[in-house]
DNA sequence: ATCATATAGTTTAATATTAAACTATATGAT
DNA sequence: ATCATATAGTTTAATATTAAACTATATGAT
């Protein structure tokens, strides 16, 4: 009975602290985000620029799993702020080339910088076997299709 | 110089796992949710209630971890559905206590069995051992203060 | 009673987020 | 050329999310 039972409640346990370690790490790390007045997902559209050059917005949404019409205010913000500028591609007038300004670039470079340290100083709780144990594990919960 | 590099793309590495993660695993058992026409604040707010009996405002924001303002318009909304009912607590004018209705309990008590089998389903992509393993290590990456 | 301080919850402003409907553009078949 | 189909990006509607300012309520000191 009591085994019957625990299947269900290990796994709602393993989620719960899945979930929670997420938000809580992520709570941390997007601090450095904000502090250059930057949200979650306007960073992840800058970075993806930073590493990736010029990308045209539907890349741009499957890189940081964001859905069109959100990828589009998102980078109507950071267009407003001078952060990124959108060119029409001339093969294509379907699409938007997103550039990094120099602002942008410049930006980027040093919050990357700030945020990767936060990364590191929050994975450092583990050690290197762990770090790597927890990367497995999650590439396993990560990889699911439907 | 390889060796000195690889911490940090061990550390982005395990984080950008974690993430994707979370996110993925989220994705799918939310659908449960959806499905009832529930967002996934407007579930939590419910399964606390359905675990814990009725609460005021703000236990209900510390359990799913929201601001006081979000709060207030998840719960405006529950209860603009009819699946929850504000009364003001006689003790402390202040508080409100969250109760369910009959409907909500009814709702809740019915899709939370759904989404408890999907988060069973998608961690059973993990071997037993695996989930503890996993649990352990996220909870160290969760427990962290600042 | 008055004032200082604290706290629950609301409002405000800015931004995010999705699905679905839509507009503009492209390609292939006829 | 016309029509069918596909696709990039935008708009719309509903909801979420935060920090900060605010209102109402409570408590303790004077």
Redesign the interface.
Known sequence: MNTAVR??F??????T??????????G??SRFMAAANLTISQFGVLEALHHKGPLCQRDIGAKI?KSTGNITLVIDNLEKHGFVRRERNTDDRRYFTVHLTQTGAELISRVFADV?AA??A?????S?K??????E????????R?
Chains 1, 2 share one sequence.
Request: charged residues 30%.
């Open positions: 299947p269900t290990r796994a709602l346990n393993t989620y602290k899945l979930m929670r370690a997420a938000e809580s790490v992520t941390r790390v799993l990767e990364i590191v929050e994975m450092s709780l583990l290197e762990d770090q790597e144990l927890l990367g594990l999650c590439k396993k919960l990560g990889a699911r439907e």
